[in-house]
């Protein structure tokens, strides 16, 4: 008698804790899983203070997030999550883990943030293995036009305010705080970018399509979008060339790359190297502890590469 009373109180005490109630009621938590850090911090302003709600994102910081492979452990918790936040064609697992796990649970903000063109491939060397990195053939780095940011941030609020009804006003009003940050930030760069003596942009890795596009420059790339592709000696020559003749007096390095690349042509031309950083994740060598911060230290660098009074 003693051990069936014991059995039948651990089953009463177990189903109390895993909860019967709907996302966002009192003792439940809502789980919203991302798939690298610039979703993962839109995600985090638009929950804000928002009790019961985890954010999570699958890429560790450091590691690429476009080579991203899930564990198993990690497979589970988008099964599990009640949102997964997306964009489709930057991460093949994640996107593969979406499709078999969540389709009904997932936003894809790909779908929301009007992605360019990636028409920059043959730059690239024809016999390096890209395997994982297909873009779908869009720019994938929408983060770095914080107009598109500001899409992606009212897009998860919406999708929130859907599985958790009871915080909707909340999940919007803060949406709406992320966006006036990112309309300052976006100011912020306007008014110190507007006059620039140089308009080209150079960089190891053509990442930076959006900001080159939403601030008037030029961007030219080392590389690809790929971020471990290998430049060939003829485009290396082909830059070099083109740094000399159009007067540019800074190329740019990415932090999470290193700096090799422009130091080549730096040594070349005499430019000098400065970072950007296209924000994939952050780590400690990071110019800033989040998005913003490290998005005003990429400002500082192009106002001295680009001359801007």
Same mark, same amino acid.
């Given at each position: 008698m003693t051990r069936t009373f014991l059995t039948v109180a651990a089953t009463a005490l177990l189903l109390t804790a895993c909860g019967s109630g709907e996302p966002g009621e009192a003792g439940d938590q809502v789980t919203v899983v991302t798939g690298f850090y610039p979703l993962e911090y839109a995600a985090q302003r638009v929950v804000g203070d928002v009790p019961g709600v985890r954010v999570e994102t699958l890429a560790s910081p450091g590691v690429d997030?476009?080579?991203?492979?899930?564990?198993?452990?990690?497979?589970?918790?988008?099964? &599990?999550?009640? !949102?997964?936040?997306?964009?489709?064609g930057l991460q093949a697992a994640v996107d593969t883990a979406v499709t078999d796990q969540a389709p009904a649970r997932s936003l894809d903000v790909a779908s929301v943030v009007d992605l360019l063109e990636?028409?920059?491939?043959?730059?690239?060397?024809?016999?390096?293995?890209?395997?994982?990195?297909?873009?779908?053939?869009? &720019?994938?780095?929408?983060?770095?036009?914080?107009?598109?940011?500001?899409?992606?941030? &009212?897009?998860?609020?919406?999708?929130?305010?859907?599985? &958790?009804p009871d915080n909707a006003a909340a999940y919007r009003a803060n949406a709406e705080q992320f966006s006036a940050d990112l309309r300052d930030l976006d100011t912020e760069f306007t008014d110190a970018?507007?006059?620039?003596?140089?308009?080209? !942009?150079?960089?190891?890795?053509?990442?930076?399509?959006?900001?080159?596009?939403?601030?008037?420059?030029?961007?030219?790339?080392i590389t690809g979008i790929t971020p471990d592709s290998e430049p060939s000696p003829a485009r290396m020559a082909e830059i070099t060339d083109a740094v000399k003749q159009l007067d540019v007096t800074a190329v740019y390095a990415q932090s999470t790359l290193g700096r090799d690349l422009a130091d080549v042509i730096s040594s070349e031309t005499g430019t000098q190297v400065l970072v950007l950083d296209p924000i994939e994740s952050i780590t400690d060598s990071s110019a800033g502890t989040d998005y913003l911060e490290v998005m005003r230290a990429n400002l500082e660098s192009l106002r001295q590469g680009q001359g801007c009074a």
């Amino acid at each position: 008698m003693t051990r069936t009373f014991l059995t039948v109180a651990a089953t009463a005490l177990l189903l109390t804790a895993c909860g019967s109630g709907e996302p966002g009621e009192a003792g439940d938590q809502v789980t919203v899983v991302t798939g690298f850090y610039p979703l993962e911090y839109a995600a985090q302003r638009v929950v804000g203070d928002v009790p019961g709600v985890r954010v999570e994102t699958l890429a560790s910081p450091g590691v690429d997030a476009h080579d991203l492979e899930l564990t198993p452990r990690q497979v589970a918790s988008v099964q &599990d999550a009640d !949102l997964v936040v997306y964009s489709a064609g930057l991460q093949a697992a994640v996107d593969t883990a979406v499709t078999d796990q969540a389709p009904a649970r997932s936003l894809d903000v790909a779908s929301v943030v009007d992605l360019l063109e990636d028409d920059h491939d043959e730059h690239e060397d024809d016999e390096e293995s890209h395997e994982g990195h297909d873009h779908g053939g869009v &720019d994938p780095h929408f983060w770095l036009d914080p107009q598109r940011y500001a899409l992606a941030g &009212d897009a998860i609020a919406d999708e929130l305010a859907t599985v &958790d009804p009871d915080n909707a006003a909340a999940y919007r009003a803060n949406a709406e705080q992320f966006s006036a940050d990112l309309r300052d930030l976006d100011t912020e760069f306007t008014d110190a970018l507007s006059s620039c003596s140089q308009d080209t !942009l150079v960089t190891t890795h053509e990442a930076f399509g959006y900001l080159a596009e939403r601030y008037g420059f030029k961007q030219v790339g080392i590389t690809g979008i790929t971020p471990d592709s290998e430049p060939s000696p003829a485009r290396m020559a082909e830059i070099t060339d083109a740094v000399k003749q159009l007067d540019v007096t800074a190329v740019y390095a990415q932090s999470t790359l290193g700096r090799d690349l422009a130091d080549v042509i730096s040594s070349e031309t005499g430019t000098q190297v400065l970072v950007l950083d296209p924000i994939e994740s952050i780590t400690d060598s990071s110019a800033g502890t989040d998005y913003l911060e490290v998005m005003r230290a990429n400002l500082e660098s192009l106002r001295q590469g680009q001359g801007c009074a």
